[in-house]
């Protein structure tokens, strides 16, 4: 059948991140011809946009592909009539993400992008910039895919799914890079592995791992076969555990299920080079360096190591699968409807998805080790309180939230974070602290 | 990747179907090298399964494929190593059929192979065979595949699941038929459209009809779009239900939505023909005349008009997917944990399922109208008492069941069916009857 | 300690059943102080509500307490600073019950007051006339509690939970007979038993039957102890169903599990005496002749005959726990709220409570008989479709509920009587027929 | 209605707890005449049980009611008829109490009798013991009534539920003390109040407290009202937390909310006085001395400074209950069976219960705090895996709990404190080492 043209819109277009998500769109050209790419980026984060925004159109020259790059900081324009939007923005740029991790590791609470104090932060920033490009998409592209990249990923897609009409489906890239582990480890093509995945965003365990249908599983945890990234470190898991649980948790579980060894490195490598905002600002500036050069007409190697390695794909897979009604096998965060029935039929979870035109349908996963059900039940609480907070700005409700979370070891110093961390946030807050004008949607990632 | 050959055990092999399956096998001979076909029957069908398995080699001749086939009356022998066992039969042969339709329409109540007091007494005849087959599979075969086409199918499945760690999966025609209606309606191959169904076999509903990624439901809605099969009369739908229910009944639905029209259809065609038991078994004896030919070489075109189109194909599709990890999606009977909330969890259903090695992964139907739960359950409620008679010969249970029944319309009724049936039916029911042995696996379905 | 006196307002005060209603209000002044008695009718219903409300006056001065008896067409005045309103009205009176009965009957369906097509029908013309009630109880009185006795008592306390946030309790007179019986039975007192109720309204079992904590139900069910009401023809159960079924079905099962013989007996007694409806019309003209005579200065002996039995009893033992914060065990149509896992959480059930001042609080029941749950979910199914219908006026919504009672034989059937009872009711359905005026509230019930 | 004469089983007879459940017993006996009250201990408790077993005489004596008071090492004699037995043993006596609460504190984790690893211990030495007795029961005397008072008392009733036949409710003071500070705060009697509880052992809120109706809760929160116990610190609620939470937490729940101060205090209390379980030491050592006066005839007032207020008074307020069908509101250990449907249905769960002659029957808490449910939910999937490491003495499982504990920071904290205390524990762990045979049930509670 034929298809037509599409019109994708990137908010945070500016980020470093884009040419790799071009280079995916380049590649999928002849199966999924996206004819008008707009990058949309806020005043702050202009140099940025039209640094990346040179470097897309050299990329899409040399491809030779038909590919329109419009930039503009005008976010309406953008969305109008598109097919699918992305959001890779970072609301408050690497400095509030610094707070995010500073401020709790001086309260002795893991202080982490997306996990913790720091991920709570982050959500109340991000949510209501997320839900305010929702009210454009119902307005001006109602049939629009959101495709939601940004982080807290799970928080930010249940805040969607519950205040807003948009079809949204949130992305990590974390389940991808498990896939491409376990193909690797038994010498064959992704497609012929098949990983089980239960949980949460940040929060999942791989409950099974076929590998043309004989599950692996077993063999990987005996030979402490894992995987990781570079902003999570690689500390070994305890051997004894993980057979007892029966699982491979995602590395972001090390928080937990480590907090102690995980905080204290933290301390020591903030001592030695800052935390991982002050490493990613360091990279970003070189990257930034490269994109400048008008000879450069590709992705640039040193991006690989940016971090978040594989979200492009991951990304343009989605969009593909929903273009083409591939109907293949990809783990999105979704909606639970009951396909979790320990957690709120609101939630949202991180499942195995068949992705047909029509959207994702969750996939009922087989086994759920019981000994990972409290963990997963006390983090989506946190959640949901995170929802409600960042929506109703009510104070209370924020402090039950991070009270909530597994990581904070008491209401004294809960309060004492928040209290700071609402304060350090003020002017990204405007639900909380009324006075300050809405900065939104700025571009890093 | 490099796959072993197969081997498959059809128990009631004799069945005039079996040329059809025959010819599925051959076709995908590449894909999926069953090298073994054993056709197993019992003494009383003998006679068939030698002039079913003369064709059967005659067509493999003809087709050039190395495929060995083994003619048994001995079970054991056929399953032993299997990786798929497939069943068609009929415990009691047509002759049971003919009761299991004629007592009933004495009483006033739809009398129907699958439906009904019918459908209940087949249940009680065939759920001890099929349980007995999963012995000899867990023995034998324990890895191997139990694809159950026997009918009530949901009811033996549920049974299967209940009582037994074999690996199996219930299948019917119906589901395939629909999607091929609706590819045909649209003009497009089938692999473009995803019809959704939910409920239970021979008791479920279209929701969705997805053409290319938009839902056509209400316009085939509109335009009175359906299908049927040759075994239930083909009375029109009324627009309006259809209209304010919002979703396309199986054909089976007819039984209960259109009650009396369907008992009175039934009398003036048993005046006239004679049940659906009388006409199979005219065709039967047609179908093996033809099959005695030594001249036929393959399927007569004949075979089509006996009913059941596209079983084969529906088998042999699982088999393929199965075999292949193939991971596409089709309809299938399946333990329902937590899938459709509202029955028990332990109730077999019938939904779309993604088919990897590993087995049938079912998809969460997006939509379930209000207005067909009630009737669902109300089946249900009967299926798993019928499942628990069948197992323990409870004649309390048995009552319950059949009281239980939305077509019974009273007590009373419903104990002088079963009073009148279970004694019809006592050499087929040692579980009711304890003086009884029991005739295992007859071949025609 | 001291608690405040109390006004009632009572709508349709203008019954045959009001003398009744104040002999237990006199009966229990010491402890509950109705110090305003409020009996509010529509114009239609002055003369009765005059003849009544004078009778009233005089047993009340014949017990000499001092509760002063208002009568009143004017509802709101009736419901301004009320502390309990109940509702005992029947909107088109008897006439509209007469059609009830008797258009079903023509179709060969069973034609009641309160179940199946009648019971449907009344609830499409109550429903709204409720809710209106309840608007005002919103405004006038918002903590006053609505004690519903009007039928069909599930359906109508259904949509009041649904379509407003009055205080309200559905009540029949069924679970009070049995309890009395039970007593009787074991010659104990009423507290010395507890029945245990499982169901909804007038379809409810009993599943446990203690007698000083001794559970005597297999006892009671051996000796085909049973207990029935007037307008319901007790016909005898079959002891092997009930054997089997380890419960005892409320009489109003009868409908369903006896339809056969209770149609029969219906279309025999018509054409001898007429409906209930009819007998209860020359019944309501005796009593009235009666309640006329200035000599008489309490409840007539011959309002025990007139049915509803215990009607006043349940209802002022309601009240009374309420005020008293009693915390006694009575059986209540309240929300399920997950009580009953299979039904949905938003439908009443009519289980057991304790009732204190802050309302009724259900009792988990302590087994649930599996072959009871598919009758269940199938009329729930029906009577929540009811409600939709009652409340939008939708005729597919209809449509879809008389087709889905498990008494309707068909969709044709389904269609042809709503057809047929929206028209003969059409001065009572303004939401189906806008254009009508809406007469609400007529006083017999 | 006349009642028979009763005999009840005290296992841990010799506990200090003892006089306070005689003078329950006498004050009781005209309604509830406890004939044969049977004090069994072990070898190990013989002189304590002497003691006290003379001073029940005596008191039996003084009150001039003839129930016979039996002594006796032989469980099996003393349970054999029994009509309730009840526990109130300790497995390892204060000793390993003392470990309970001094290891983990030496890892910086809470260590707490029945909060924590402590608790953990507790259970895997107790469960044993408990499902022992529980053979004997079954087995002695089944229709006897198990009241388990022994801690924890949540795991070690959802323990009998799920590995045993007998009739048990599980039992805690904290409740019964929180309605005397309800009743005492609002001058009035204690059945003109209503708490109302949602949780389980020790980890309960109360979300409701009627007080003739009127719900105090905000008010009581805004006043600070609070009540804790001798063993637990009374350290101060955060206002705003309690304001945000809307409910009133157990004391336990400071171990959670305050769990950095309650580690700080305990620590510098082990410093000054030692643990608790130095400190009842003390008690225990003075109150014996009482006892063993000749002279001494009723229950010593020092005893009330023991701790465990109201044990005695909730305990035959249970028994008196079930003896008379009192049907009275206790808040009580039950099976949950989907009243708290986000926790397992075969979870223990504590809320309010109506007790009846068959049993307790639960209410469905009207209000759950979604801010409660992940914390709820953390620590019963914690007891859940204790429950099944207790029973099993697997390792493994043992691990997964401990890990699952809020209250341990991480596996490795997990791993050392599990090694220590299994270790530590070694002579009442026969299921962990199996080389050990088990000590069963010694007095001291």
């Not at 038909?66 to 890779?88: C, K």
């Not at 897609?157 to 807003?164: G, N």
């Amino acid at each position: 059948m034929q298809r037509k043209a599409l019109k994708l819109a990137v908010i945070g277009g500016g980020s470093s991140y884009t040419p790799e998500l071009l280079e995916g769109l380049i590649k999928r050209y002849a199966d999924m011809p996206v004819r008008e790419l707009w990058l949309v980026d806020i005043e702050a984060g202009k140099d940025k946009l039209n640094i990346v925004g040179e470097l897309a159109r050299r990329m899409v020259a040399q491809a030779g592909v038909p590919m329109e790059v419009h930039l503009t900081l005008n976010r309406r324009e953008a969305i109008a009539g598109a097919d699918f939007v992305t959001t890779q923005l970072r609301v408050g740029l690497l400095a509030a993400r610094r707070q995010d991790e500073h401020i709790p590791i001086a309260h002795d609470v893991i202080g982490q992008e997306t996990t913790g104090p720091g991920g709570m932060l982050k959500a109340l920033r991000t949510v209501p910039v997320i839900l305010d490009i929702c009210r454009d998409i119902e307005e001006l592209a109602p049939d629009a895919w959101l495709l939601n990249f940004t982080n807290p990923a799970g928080i930010v897609t249940e805040a969607v799914h519950k205040h807003s009409r948009v079809k949204s489906v949130g992305l990590c890239n974390s389940p991808l890079a498990f896939t491409k582990m376990l193909a690797a480890e038994y010498g064959v093509a992704e497609k012929e592995t098949l990983p089980e995945f239960v949980g949460i965003n940040h929060l999942h365990w791989v409950t099974a791992a076929y590998v043309n249908g004989e599950d692996k599983l077993q063999e990987l945890i005996a030979r402490g076969a894992s995987h990781t990234a570079a902003n999570v470190k690689a500390l070994d898991w305890d051997p004894d555990f993980l057979r007892a649980l029966g699982a491979i948790p995602s590395y972001y579980l090390r928080y937990y299920y480590m907090r102690d060894q995980m905080l204290a490195d933290m301390k020591s490598a903030l001592a030695a080079d800052g935390t991982r905002a002050d490493i990613v600002g360091r990279v970003e500036r070189e990257l930034f360096e490269l994109y400048r050069d008008p000879q450069l007409r590709e992705k640039p190697r040193q991006l690989e190591q940016r971090g978040g390695a594989y979200y492009s794909e991951a990304a343009v897979r989605l969009m593909h699968a929903l273009y083409t009604d591939r109907r293949d096998i990809q783990t999105l965060n979704v909606a639970n409807d009951g396909m979790l029935d320990f957690l709120p039929a609101d939630a949202s979870i991180e499942v195995n998805c068949v992705v047909a035109a029509q959207g994702p349908m969750p996939l009922r996963p087989q086994r759920v080790p019981e000994s990972i059900k409290g963990l997963l039940q006390a983090v989506k609480a946190y959640e949901s309180l995170t929802v409600e907070a960042a929506v109703t700005g009510d104070r209370d409700v924020a402090l039950l939230a991070m009270a909530a979370h597994p990581l904070v070891p008491s209401v004294a110093v809960a309060k004492a974070l928040l209290h700071e961390m609402l304060d350090a946030n003020r002017s990204y807050l405007p639900q909380f602290c009324g006075d300050i004008a809405l900065e939104t949607g700025a571009n890093d990632r």
